[in-house]
DNA sequence: TTCTGAAAATTGTGATCACAGTTTGCGGTG
DNA sequence: CACCGCAAACTGTGATCACAATTTTCAGAA
């Protein structure tokens, strides 16, 4: 293979997503998704031709993913791997999700219009349809889309940010519950009360409906995450 | 760090500190010492002339502190630049820095001893040292320094690099408290009560010493900030 | 069979180049 | 003097190579 025939034909890329941009959010749904199971290794150049791109691109998402805690490297040698799950990080995730999170729906609520109530209530029957279905992906789709349809107009960036990646950490552990306790273990969520507070701009309302959803769902990631032991 | 000649020789690298490594601590700390003011532009090429290496551990560094928002990516020409300092940001960065750091300080209560107590006064005589001289990047330095010792000991390696991330972000603004009001304006602190709290395992103690820090500090950083605008 | 050790493959890191957008600078035209 | 237009410089992105440090593999000795 000559250097000059090297091909790789470049693209236009203007408007389009970056490579490294779209490699980032495949490793990101692999990762939530479990197709990447913690605590094993993983490497540039294997992720690279996994998603038939050069190592470069590759190399800037894993930075990126690695300065969201999503990804862990090992000081020793250097190498990549994914995050394990332990009761530890869980307990802290949790606690902090259980802070921004309720905030968020409560900083939402004085901007919440029927547009966006209605949006909700799609969103939430979608959820209702992968539980029922037992989708597994769609779910955690779904469910991640209502949440954030609400966090995002909370008109609080930083804030938002944060949301963002503390659940791009959790999600690992999301699929665990899945993976022991079955989908029917996720029947019941707060969304209803959460959409009713928010319609009403009750954001005390709203704070309250998604700080006990995230805690009943944290209680049972907590439970299969320890009997996993 | 030597320049960065055609030559090019190599590291060892085993055990020191990688280049890009090296970079990010430049750049980080250039950003909160307001050696980079906010809103201006930086890029790639001159970050790398001006730390005498070459774009490649730039881009790493970037991309890291991109991540942490230390840096901002302007998303329609893709070009770098500081986050400016905004009364938004400054408000959500202080909430949450107001519920991170205590939960921390709480959390490491139980497991202080007399040796970190030590360790915590002479920081903390750091700090007052560097008040009545006005250094201000000994100030910066050393007040991190007191915060972080204690922050460690919370045994919370998720919460920690949290507020790791939300001091990266309020570097910025805690430059432009010594650039309006002086050293002057933060001659009062509330370390000491913390870390009689701290010495007696009272977690609920230091969180509120903690809290009342921030608070004021945070209290010092909104005037100036608004009397900037 | 089990241990040993050297070769081979794999890893992250850094340098250098090519390329396509974008911005900047500067000349000429009205 | 103000405005336009085009070329030069600069920007982030991606590819490819080189290199040192691991890790893995496997043949040979006990």
Redesign the pocket.
Known sequence: ?S?AS???Q??????S???????YEAIRQALINGRIAPGV????????AELG????????A??RLVAERALA??P?????SVPSLTAARLEQLSQARLWVEPELAARAAPHVDAALVKRLRDLDAAVDDALKLGDVDAYMTANHDVHFAIYERADAEVLLAMAGGLWLQIGPFMRVVFGRVGADGLVADRHVEAVEALKVHDAEGARRAIAADLSEGMDKMRAAVEAGR
């Open positions: 293979m250097p090297t091909g790789s470049r693209r236009p890329l203007a408007d997503l970056a490579v490294h941009d779209q490699v290794g993983v490497s540039l150049r294997s992720l690279a791109v050069s190592p470069m691109p590759v190399r800037d894993v930075r490297i090992n020793a040698n250097k190498r990549l």
